[in-house]
């Protein structure tokens, strides 16, 4: 019991620790009043009586400290006391507080925000218990390098022969949908499962169950679906259970719901429906794989039984699957093949989109700066803290002599930095999560696309955590040495200090100037870096893809999963109908359109009269169109004519090339008439020459070009419509989906949308880049500025007799401000020294990011490095005023 | 001299047997400080006179260790007052130190008496 008692007792003093004071005061009252009464008795004067007890029971004020250190855990009890005092101290200077606070708030919200991406990004495992065990089969062939689908068939040899856990998942071919009666805009990925599937996952349905081996077994016509869409369509997971999902024309009763936190296997993953991998109705057409739908297979491995799963699959790999003539994709048969087991705790990448890898290296880049931004602050809170200690020598000098030891006041100095660096880490968290938000919301989601998913920072415990060691970090960085040079300090000369503005020795004044300087060299850093980024940027936006990109609208068009074959019969009628809406010009379809990023293949060709030099490939950019493509697509006739509609399958072979063609292989001679052959048919003749286009990457030289027309080549389950409108082509693009539509029922057309807008949506890293650079230089200069400002404002008061001596002596108002101008500009440019390189290796750094300035560009240096002039000019102009007014009179009448 | 040396002193008068006097005192009842105070004054015919400013330091002592409590209550005079009790705990230690002290005075009788 008594040790039960003992911490009981300790407890209560410690948590009630003023009511055990009162007590102890009580207490100690009543002692004395019954010894005043004894003493009273004895035959004394109460007063005196009275006196005689207080003096034989001495100090009780000693007395009652000595219980309180016995009473509670002394170390706990001194630091409230400091957090007290602390508080206290800090909210009698409110703006030097807010400052402070709000500088740090700024540097940690920016840190935590970006963190959060790229938490969401690089490390957030996916939302499955022990996502480490996940991994991926993966096969490699020779001829299509990796890829990860498998046939059915094989999928079950491996599982049987291997004797791991597999679980096959696919994606589904969706035309029609409806959830709940209603047609929705935004699904995720709806995916096929076997029963193995959800089990080998190991998540938990938030309502109703998962798909089993015996809903696939039967194909039974049952659907899980996410949180999110059940939330949109029934209100939530629960009512969502026995509603109905109707895709393809086969209702699916809902049985499951997935949880929120559940994205799919997929980086980045948008899960929404899950059904039978047995439903023949929603499996993609795959006329090219023979043993059935490729699915793709994934498997449950604990890390460090890897390497015999993995030769337990090259085993069965080898007997079932590696025969050399079997493939998933691609035109040739691909005879080496082997399969990997690839951990997926992080999500399979997606093909065609890799975060990871585009968006990767822009925000390590970004989380330099913010690092670097966050250095910025520490440093002007550094310098806040080292004025404030010069402004309270006096009580430190005081507390000192009174018997406070150094290293409690140490401890006192770095609890008010820790306090300061903890509301500024609260206040940075707020900032982070309404900050992304508002990102999120001010973004548009066609253009923000997948980042829009990653950018979901909620209070997440990583977030809390990287905010509070940025805190700790902090208070580490601005507080130590504060604290230190502060408890340094002589307790006799600071008590003998009387007037306020002096006491601070003149290294003291050097160190501030020197933190400021660094505060300038690392806001060069930023400033330079967001000149680069803009200048980048810009740089693009004004390449031009050699075509009219403003009033034009494209539209993939293909035959997949649709009732046609191919759709040479069809696209005349499709032409008329488009060309028939209002404010469309001109139409016509291509394999491939400027900067697309599809259709188009490369040939080799040979040019007669050009002998090519050894080793020289003649690689030209292939491409179908039909009549009116260039006059649609934008793209100049430099001579010759298009193909028209006399350029029939039956007819003369004819092409056209682009002048990048003209240049290299016809040195001058008029490519016009010659005959150019190619595969087995006869020659083509060249009738045109048109600009060059760039088809792949805008920042790329233009491709070599060589077209020809779609009705004499075979090349029609896929193509892409160009319109040229009149109007406001995003305006446009809705109307041209429907009449495409409406021409080829069932038909996929996808992404139709203006190239201008396309070409802008592609630059969505750079304009993020961009903007985010120029918001943290622009609170760098901010954060510079503040510290100029308050190291000059020091430096005035701290000089004011001096220049009082000055002006009575007959200097002038210009003097005294050119006296401030002049430190702060040597304070500048002593940063910009050291900034300089910074700003060089900085810019290296980041040199992959840039297109078309160099990484030491010199005018984005000397740009950068006037910002800094003139706002350190700028930030000491008030200090410089106030010079200025000094009165002798008053100056000296105060010494 | 600091603060907390001061206190040091002041305990090192009655080593060690403050604590086991007021856990004795306490054997015959419930008290508070003073009168445990007027007691071990009044038995010693006078001659221990408490360092009061170390009575109570002596009590929380006590407290912190278990082998005692303590409870407001109301004294005869109608004031609030903080009345001590020894606990089950406490009367184990004072057994402990009483035959521990015993020990010690025996072995220095025994050294002060002319052989």
Redesign the interface.
Known sequence: ??????IR??LRSLLRSRTADQ??S???E??H???ALEQGSAGKKKEEARFAARR????AT??K???RH??ALRWIDTTMQDLRYGLRTLSRSPIFTSVAVLSLALGIGANTAIFGVLYALMLRPIAVPNPEELVSLQRLTKEEGAALSFAEGEYRALQNASGLRIAAFTYAAVQRLEIGGRAPDRVGEIQLVDGEFFPLLGITPVAGRFLTSADVAAASPVAVISEGLAEQYFGNGRVALGHSVRMNDIIFSVVGVTSRDFKGLKFPGNFGIAAPLSIAGLRRAAPRAPRGTPVMLVARVKPNELPGAQSAVDAAFSNCCAHGQYIVRGDKPSSPEHATLIGISQGIPSAKLDLREQYGRVLMALMGGVAVLLLIACANVGNLLLARATARARELAVRLSL?ASRRRLMRQLLIESGLLAAAGAALGLLLAIWGTRAIAHYVPPHVIGPIGLLIEVRAQSQLLTFSIAAAVLCTGIFGVLPALRATRSDPVAGLRETSGRAGRSPSSGRLDRAIVAVQVALALLLVSTAALLVTTLQNLRNLQGGFDSVHLVVANIETRDSPYTTLRPHYKEMLQRVSALPGVNVTAIGSTAPLIHAGGSTRIITVPGYQPGPGEEMLVHFAGATPNYFKAAGIALRSGREFTDADKADAQRVAIISEKVARKYYAGRDPLGTLIPLGDGEPMLVVGVTADVKYFDVRAPAEASLYVPMEQWEWWDYFILVARVSGSPNAMTAAVRSAVRAALPGVNVRDSQAIAQILDDRLVRERLAATLAVLFGTLALTLAAVGVYGVMAYQVTARTPEIGVRMALGARAAGAIWLVLRQSLLVVAVGAVIGVPLALGGARAISAQLYGVAPADPRTLIGSLLALFVVGAFASVVPARRAARVDPLVALRAE | MSPAEAANSRRDVLPGTLEMLILRTLTIGRMHGYAIAQHITRTSNDVLRIEKGSLYPALERLQRSGWVTSKWGQSPTGRRARYYAITASGRRALGAEVSAFEHVCAAIKRVLKPT
């Not at chain 1, 019991?1 to 003992?6: E, N, P, Q, R, Y």
């Not at chain 1, 034989?56 to 100090?59: A, D, H, I, K, T």
Request: glycine fraction near 10%; hydrophobic fraction near 45%.
């Open positions: 019991m008594s040790f039960v008692d003992a007792f300790r007590e102890r009580e207490e100690i009543f002692h009043s019954l010894a034989e029971f001495g100090n000693l007395v400290e000595q219980m016995l009473g018997g």
